[in-house]
């Protein structure tokens, strides 16, 4: 397995459990939270400090996963073909051959539109 493998697995991973923590969370503060009946005050690792605990994954997923994506840029194997542009290499071949036309046959299906015809 290479490491490119590797790294596209956790980016995978991630990505899902960045999709857990966010799809858990509500758009209006209550979230996790609310479903438990946490009421107005603030309880000692209660169920009000979840939303803390879900504002701290999500930016720690969301931070991970951008490590992760640029890490792996650096794992894909480019094999070993030159990188080198041929735009800049005085030595490259500037003339390339035409592509050939097809040959005139002659019959011609094509009518031309004449506009002496037409209203």
């Known amino acids: 397995m290479s490491t490119f493998t ?5 980016i995978v991973v991630v990505a899902f459990l960045l999709i857990v923590v ?7 503060g209550g979230g996790l939270s609310s479903s438990f009946g946490g ?6 690792g209660g169920v009000k400090k979840t939303t803390d605990f879900l504002d701290k ?4 997923l ?10 792996s840029n650096v794992a894909i194997d480019r094999g070993t073909a030159s990188l080198d542009s041929k735009a ?7 003339t390339q051959p035409l ?3 097809p040959a005139d046959t002659g019959n011609d299906t094509a009518t031309p539109v004449d506009a002496s015809t037409e209203e």
């Open 6 to 10: 590797i790294f596209l697995v956790l």
């Open 57 to 60: 994954s999500t930016w720690t």
């Open 22 to 28: 966010i799809m858990v969370q509500n758009p209006k």
């Open 88 to 94: 800049l290499d005085p030595d490259a071949q500037t």
């Open 99 to 101: 592509p050939a036309l």
């Open 62 to 71: 969301a931070t991970l996963l951008l490590v992760l994506i640029l890490l």
């Open 39 to 44: 009421g107005g005050t603030q309880q000692l």
